[in-house]
């Protein structure tokens, strides 16, 4: 079984540039998740897609961060404009349902703001 | 609000020592709990979870007991290995929140030959 794919796995911008991150879940998994990890940190929820209807974007800065799940499969996480604290590691996961206990993480995209 | 606390790394070990790592939670009702390890480079992986009072979480020779009346999921091995140096998060899942999961800060393992 393939994995979550995410790209790129690194990335380095400037403040106040524009970023987005995609996600490519694991085949027939419904409920996807973006979660942020800050160095030093356990990662924070974002947002979660439960197929391409949101369940709970309470984290999400929506001044800056937008997301987005086209046809209930691929995402893309979007930051305009970045801020030096937006510097962390996006993390995305899916799994089969909602209440399910196995989420499947993605290796992550690195980003840094400079 | 919930929230999970674990100890401060980084936890140094030789070769074969045994593995402590205390994760305490504060949650309404009975949440599931769960233990992630990531190894350099990579992903987040479950590494055992437990879904209710009692219940113990095993794999690959870790073990974990949900208290309750500790509210702690603390993280055992009996013989640690080279190969299990990696950062652990303690996470909880709670009830009726759509299946999000709460962290704790990670701790860093370091295990030296």
């Known amino acids: 079984e393939a994995g979550v794919a995410q790209s790129p796995r690194y990335k380095i911008i400037e403040k106040r540039q524009s970023v987005a991150f995609w996600c490519n879940p694991i085949s027939g998994h419904a409920t996807l998740y973006w979660y942020q990890q800050i160095l030093g940190q356990g990662p924070k929820l974002l947002i979660q897609f439960q197929n391409n209807g949101v369940v709970d974007d309470s984290q999400l800065p929506k001044d800056r961060f937008s997301a987005e799940r086209l046809k209930g499969v691929d995402s893309t996480l979007k930051i305009q404009p970045a801020k030096l604290e937006d510097s962390a590691v996006y993390l995305c996961a899916s799994s089969l349902e909602r209440q399910n206990y196995g989420y499947t993480f993605g290796s992550g995209t690195r980003l840094t703001v400079v | 609000g919930d929230s999970v606390t674990q100890m401060e790394g980084p936890v140094t070990l030789s070769e074969e020592a045994f593995l402590t790592i205390n994760c305490t939670y504060t949650?309404?009702?009975?949440?599931?709990l769960f233990w992630y390890v990531q190894y350099p480079g990579e992903g987040l992986q479950l590494l055992l979870k437990?879904?209710?009072?009692?219940d113990k979480g095993s794999n690959k020779g870790f073990e974990a007991t949900y208290r309750k009346e500790t509210t702690s999921f603390h993280l055992e091995k009996g013989s640690v290995q080279v190969s299990d140096s990696a950062v652990y998060f303690c996470?909880?899942?709670?009830?009726?929140?759509?299946?999000?999961?709460?962290f704790g800060q990670g701790t860093e393992l370091s295990v030296k030959p």
């Open positions: 949650a309404t009702g009975y949440p599931s």
């Open positions: 996470a909880l899942k709670p009830l009726n929140q759509g299946g999000k999961l709460i």
């Open positions: 437990a879904t209710k009072a009692d």
